[in-house]
């Protein structure tokens, strides 16, 4: 049988990249081993789609070694924690311990803009960097995946109540423009690097949306896919950044989410990559079409009404 390949990050919510590389690689017929942090009913379900599934923590050695054991291919994607480092660390000490021929990292677009003179307020953007360097200094065979921001994230977690509530996007972006990506677009690129590594090993991939441009455009877009009248209400960082805080995030995800705020702000996410089509052969998702397929989490129930 193949070496299976190994994801990790695999138990993430329906259309996060893990979970959803994992789903693509299967149905390609690809022996994929899952890596979850607990056995629950999502590891249930990564069971039934076929994949081996393994409990395991991205910072404990003995649990890395029995996950990567065999694998000769793997995905790295960790969510925003400030133990983001020292667990690519740890996994690359154990991936080139076990002679893992294709290391693909989830790292981010920000990256392009920093140098060890250039960094971020953001400490998730600092760890990310270091965390590229450190691959890059193994001599482990990488790619790194710099996707920007996630349409999911922002476009969705963000400003599904406003819009359902007030016909509102309110963000903190001012009149900066951005080019969100899907997670499922950033899912089969991953997908199509696992499959067939080897010519992509020690480039760097950077993914966009089909467009970049600012919130006025994109409150455009939420109408055309809605039906009706949505508009986009500026919003200063720091209350925004306080509201979070109030909703009980972690303080390192909230200073890292009002860092990409302030860098909306800055202009510093108006950038395009052809990289999804060149590499899937498939162009990525737009805004229009992306809320057009959760216009429910968008509208108002009657409940609400």
Avoid at 94 to 121: C, P, R, W
Avoid at 205 to 213: A, D, K, N, R, V
Wanted: proline residues 4%; charged residues 20%; hydrophobic residues 45%.
């Amino acid at each position: 049988m193949a070496n299976p390949i190994l994801i990790t990050g695999a138990a993430g919510r329906v259309g996060a990249v893990g979970r959803t590389v994992t789903e693509l690689l299967l149905k390609q017929g690809k022996a994929v081993r899952a890596m979850v942090r607990n056995e629950d009913g999502r590891a249930q379900a990564l069971r039934d789609m076929g994949a081996e599934v393994m409990v395991g923590n991205l910072l404990d050695l003995d649990s890395m070694h029995r996950v990567i054991a065999g694998c000769e291919t793997m995905y790295f994607g960790m969510s925003v924690s400030d133990a983001y480092l020292a667990a690519t660390v740890n996994a690359a000490a154990v991936a080139k311990h076990h002679g893992v021929k294709a290391f693909i990292n989830m790292s981010q677009m920000t990256l392009s803009q920093m140098s060890i003179t250039e960094t971020t307020a953001s400490p998730q953007h600092k760890l990310h960097w270091l965390a590229e360097q450190a691959l890059n200094w193994s001599g482990l065979p990488v790619v790194h995946v710099r996707p920007t921001v996630f349409v999911e994230g922002f476009f969705l977690i963000f400003t599904s109540d406003s819009v359902r509530k007030s016909n509102q996007i309110r963000l903190p972006f001012g009149e900066g423009k951005t080019s969100p990506v899907a997670a499922e677009d950033v899912a089969r690129v991953v997908a199509t690097l696992l499959a067939n590594p080897q010519s992509h090993i020690g480039k760097i991939y950077h993914l966009t949306g089909p467009q970049s441009e600012n919130m006025h455009f994109y409150a455009q877009e939420y109408s055309k896919a809605l039906g009706r009248a949505i508009t986009f209400q500026d919003v200063p960082v720091e209350p925004w950044r306080d509201g979070l805080l109030e909703r009980g995030l972690p303080v390192h995800l909230v200073n890292h989410l009002a860092t990409m705020a302030d860098l909306h702000r800055a202009g510093r996410y108006d950038r395009m990559s052809d990289d999804v089509l060149t590499l899937t052969g498939k162009g990525p998702l737009s805004v229009q079409e992306f809320v057009r397929k959760n216009a429910a989490a968008f509208t108002a129930s009657a409940r609400e009404a």
